[in-house]
């Protein structure tokens, strides 16, 4: 069993940055790549940013390249979303969720992703 649990959300205005940090606990992370996503009210869970296990790849939606960056620490079974240059178009309920094991290429469908954080509201006001 694993537990995912977010952390670093808010109220942020456009322009600003925050700094998202997902905890795992229990079995299995350091060798599950781990990706981020986020839902609006209405709306499907999208994609976000993905990492491998071993941190040497990253992917991420074109809607965040080049402000946000996924990173991890396995030393601490921790994996972070830094997020610069928030638009408002970015407030949502910000999740992480573990994903396949040992896994270097990029994964963007939830379906592949086994363990869900609760959540986090991250708010861009204009």
């Known amino acids: 069993q694993v537990q995912l649990v977010e952390s670093g959300g808010g109220l942020v205005q456009a322009g600003g940055s925050l700094r998202l940090s997902c905890a795992a606990s229990g079995r299995g992370f350091s060798r599950n790549a781990m990706g981020w996503f986020r839902q609006t009210p209405g709306k499907e869970r999208e994609f976000v940013a993905f990492?491998?296990?071993?941190?040497?790849?990253?992917y991420y939606a074109d809607s965040v390249k080049g402000r946000f960056t996924i990173s991890r620490d396995n030393a601490k079974n921790t994996v972070f979303l830094q997020m610069n240059s928030l638009k408002p178009e970015d407030t949502a309920v910000y999740y992480c969720?573990?994903?396949?094991?040992?896994?270097?290429?990029?994964?963007?469908?939830?379906?592949?992703?086994?363990?869900w954080g609760q959540g986090t509201q991250v708010t861009v006001s204009s």
């Open positions: 990492i491998s296990w071993s941190g040497d790849n990253t």
């Open positions: 969720a573990r994903g396949p094991l040992l896994r270097d290429g990029a994964v963007a469908a939830t379906q592949e992703y086994d363990y």
